[in-house]
């Protein structure tokens, strides 16, 4: 059972555009948080929300995670290529779990060319 | 750099093959994990260690066998792998695993290939 869904799956856009990637579950989290994964690298850790509704800018990036605590999105303002790369988003299997059931979804591929 | 290093950062083996993958953080965290990162899977969890224990194994084959000797280091021991078992391995730390929100810093992982 997958149960964080990722859409899109992939996303090719031209540099300067903006986008919105979503994260969504049926099950309710204590925490979520978003990742960056490049080629050959393992993930970073870009945010973590823990209140429903609760936004949080990081430079040009903005994440939104659901009133409801089962969902987030990501957006993006003025795509650059740097920011290619693959989106994972992960949450706690259980509430007020600890990191041992963290749960990661299948990422959204994102390229954003010159 | 992550402060977490792994190697080899690519390996060919066959099916009767034993090789280990290394994993070293230089963060003073005390709690490691490993992960499985498949093409077509979400990354999965595969071993919790806090504080040199494990504390979590997630129905993994015993094919695949961890050891953890001090709260620096964490091993992947393999034997009789299975072609299904090529992966990325991706080894990450934290400060504990009691805090949800403690940040995870992952390792670039080893390209695991099994002929």
């Known amino acids: 059972t997958q149960l964080l869904e990722q859409s899109p799956q992939f996303l090719s856009i031209q540099e300067g555009e903006n986008l919105t990637v979503y994260c969504n579950s049926s099950s309710v989290f204590s925490s979520l948080q978003w990742y960056r994964q490049e080629p050959g690298e393992g993930p970073v850790l870009l945010v973590t929300v823990v209140t429903g509704g609760e936004v949080k800018k990081l430079k040009r990036l903005t994440f939104q995670f659901g009133d409801a605590r089962k969902d987030s999105s990501l957006h993006i303002t003025a795509a650059q290529p740097g920011d290619t790369g693959l989106y994972l988003c992960a949450a706690q299997r259980g509430y007020g779990g600890s990191q041992g059931n963290l749960i990661f979804g299948k990422g959204t591929k994102l390229s954003v060319k010159p | ?115």
């Open chain 2, 1 to 115: 750099e992550t402060g977490v290093t792994q190697t080899p950062r690519h390996l060919v083996m066959g099916m009767t093959n034993k090789k280990s993958l290394k994993c070293e953080q230089h963060l003073g965290h005390n709690a490691m994990y490993w992960y499985k990162q498949s093409a077509k899977k979400p990354l999965e969890l595969m071993f919790v260690y806090n504080f040199k224990e494990q504390t979590e194994n997630n129905s993994v084959p015993s094919r695949f066998s961890p050891e953890c000797p001090n709260s620096s280091h964490l091993f992947l021991h393999l034997h009789t792998l299975q072609p299904e078992d090529s992966a990325l391995y991706l080894c990450a730390s934290s400060q504990v695993t009691s805090r949800p929100t403690d940040t995870q810093y992952f390792g670039p992982g080893t390209r695991l290939t099994v002929l």
